[in-house]
Nanobody, 121 residues
Framework: QVKLVESGGGLVQAGGSLRLSCAAS????????MGWYRQAPSGKQRELVA????????NAADSVKGRFTISRDNAKATVYLQMNSLKPEDTAVYYC??????????????WGQGTQVTVSS
């Protein structure tokens, strides 16, 4: 059974920090590259923010490099996103998922409920 549960979002002032957590079902966590995605308001497309491989190699989008750090705890099947120096443009719903997103069937990807991050100026 696929399960992704994100938490840790909230309202923070610009320059502040948040740490997001994502508990994943072990069946998809242990063998997959995991990533954090975000979808900004106004119907913008969901984008991949950062990812971490099963071998702990990481990468991040240019817009967050140096500010966001992704990590994983294999024992807990949990992936984290430490977000520092937050900016108003980081405001979005944040989701974790495999990279690419976990496919349930033809044309259908699984997504959790996400966690809202709002950065005030």
């Amino acid at each position: 059974q696929v399960k992704l549960v994100e938490s840790g979002g909230g309202l923070v002032q610009a320059g502040g920090s948040l740490r997001l957590s994502c508990a994943a079902s072990r069946s998809i966590f242990s063998i997959n590259t995991m990533g954090w995605y975000r979808q900004a308001p106004s119907g913008k497309q969901r984008e991949l923010v950062a990812f971490i491989t099963s071998g702990d190699r990481t990468n991040a989008a240019d817009s967050v490099k140096g500010r966001f750090t992704i990590s994983r705890d294999n024992a807990k099947a949990t992936v984290y996103l430490q977000m520092n120096s937050l900016k108003p443009e980081d405001t979005a719903v944040y989701y974790c998922n495999t990279v690419p997103p976990y496919r349930l069937g033809p044309g259908e990807d699984y997504w959790g409920q996400g966690t809202q991050v709002t950065v005030s100026s």
